[in-house]
């Protein structure tokens, strides 16, 4: 039979690889390291977690926690390993960085299935099928071959992203929806600020920490359409409010008036469960985030469900490239995982290798592709960076905001997330069945 090909050593490559191995069919594993390592990169194990230690929450009611309860199902090496590296973090599962890429790098090498092959690769063959896992900080030939092959506008080298919110937590009493000058259908939810209100977010926008960046995450350019909401308010007290806090086009409903300056949400999900900041691209810390940006009314006790980031992050424009098994459109052969793919985190970059292994094996055999239903987190966070209906795409990470609704409506925060995780985790007991 043959081979799969996996580009990269990372979480989900090494995800990646297992999965085909496991499932009987031969894999190359070509992995850059030792003969060249990223400006974050130190180690030349497999699965290096180059930031923090944290796999973030541990308890199923959360996001993160029904993720990780969700790669378990398919035998994850990565929550193998984490298991049995773990170091004392309260209710988070942190490892000991350096035994778990140990663990994954010998689950790996160990494998018959699997031949590892050290090289800088710089084209993609379309001819055979092959994962490619390489990172965020991909550069170099493969970048250019990637850029190629998915029309380099299609490519993105710098991440700015924007808050994104739960559409449930908005106060409607104090936002209203419509499209500026009356075009379109109520297509934005506006947040509305009187003189005072502005007044006093802006002086706590201005005077509010901002996160460091590393070497390599600091950009040569920032473009003005991706000037930190910050940095732009820095320039003088209206001028936000006369670029993306501009209310020209509205009026308020509840008064009749054009309000002083109006924050714009904008769908981010087909679905309809989740609004983005209208340029809100920020370096602020994430605790400022939430403490500066629910000083404007309507987001008093809004939901962040991804905070805002200026960072170096190589990724596809998935929804247009993608199909929902991870393999590019045009080119069927290949098959995406991993942040390069649009999905932000550690597991969820696993999580993601996990599908794409299964699915690349699928593909060899003729057979139906492995979809998992948006109510279980790997499916909502998979059906997301595939979802078409997607605008100006940025990565995302797991979050409850991403599944669908349930049919009752809970109140209580807690038991809304616990009843979420039940009806996924009653999806893969059926199917254990």
């Not at 031969?26 to 977690?49: C, G, Q, R, W, Y």
């Not at 590019?328 to 970059?349: D, H, W």
């Not at 690349?360 to 492995?370: D, H, I, M, N, T």
């Amino acid at each position: 039979m043959e081979k799969i090909t996996v580009i990269g050593g990372g979480l989900a490559g090494s995800e990646a690889a297992l999965q085909i191995a496991n499932m009987g069919v031969e894999v190359e594993l070509i992995e850059m390291k030792p003969l060249k390592l990223t400006p974050a990169h130190k180690s030349d194990n497999f699965a290096e977690l180059v930031c923090s230690n944290s796999l973030k929450a541990s308890r199923v009611d959360s996001a993160a926690g029904l993720l990780k309860e969700e790669m378990r199902k398919f035998g994850s090496v990565c929550m193998k390993a984490a298991e049995t590296c773990s170091v004392a973090a309260g209710g988070a599962l942190a490892v000991d960085r350096d035994l778990f890429a140990n663990y994954v790098t010998k689950a790996v090498k160990s494998h018959p299935n699997i031949t590892v092959k050290a090289e800088v690769v710089t084209q993609l063959p379309t001819d055979r099928i092959t994962v490619v896992a390489t990172g965020p900080l991909t550069d170099g030939g493969l970048a250019d071959a990637i850029s190629n092959l998915c029309q380099s506008e299609n490519l993105s080298f710098y991440d700015a992203a924007a808050p994104i919110v739960t559409k449930e937590s908005v106060d409607f009493d104090s936002a209203f929806l419509a499209s500026r000058y009356g075009k379109g259908t109520d297509d934005y939810i506006n947040c509305p600020m009187n003189k005072e209100e502005y007044e006093i977010f802006h002086k706590e926008l201005i005077n509010a920490e901002s996160a460091l960046l590393s070497e390599f995450d600091k950009p040569i350019t920032v473009y003005e359409g991706c000037m930190p909401i910050e940095i732009l308010a820095k320039r003088g007290e209206d001028s936000i409010r006369f670029g993306p806090l501009k209310p020209v086009g509205l009026r308020d409903p509840k008064t009749g008036h054009r309000p002083w300056a109006v924050v714009q949400l904008r769908r981010e999900n087909s679905d309809g469960t989740l609004y983005n900041l209208v340029g809100f691209q920020t370096n602020l810390k994430f605790p400022e985030q939430k403490r500066v940006f629910s000083l404007i009314p309507a987001l008093k006790n809004a939901e962040f469900m991804r905070y805002g980031v200026m960072h170096r992050n190589s990724f596809i424009n998935s929804p247009k490239l993608l199909s929902v098994d991870l393999s590019l459109k045009e080119y069927p052969n290949i098959f995406f995982a991993g942040q390069l793919s649009g999905v932000e985190g550690y597991m969820e970059s696993a999580a993601s290798g996990i599908i794409a292994g299964i699915n690349a094996v699928k593909r060899l055999k003729g057979e139906q592709p492995l979809v998992l239903p948006k109510f279980t987190m790997i499916g909502a966070l998979l059906g997301y960076i595939t979802d078409e209906s997607v605008e100006k795409f940025q990565p995302m990470g797991a979050n409850f905001g991403i599944l669908p609704p349930l049919e009752e409506k809970i109140r209580d925060k807690r038991e809304r997330y616990m009843a979420l995780a039940q009806r996924s985790l009653e999806f893969f007991k059926m199917k254990e069945q």
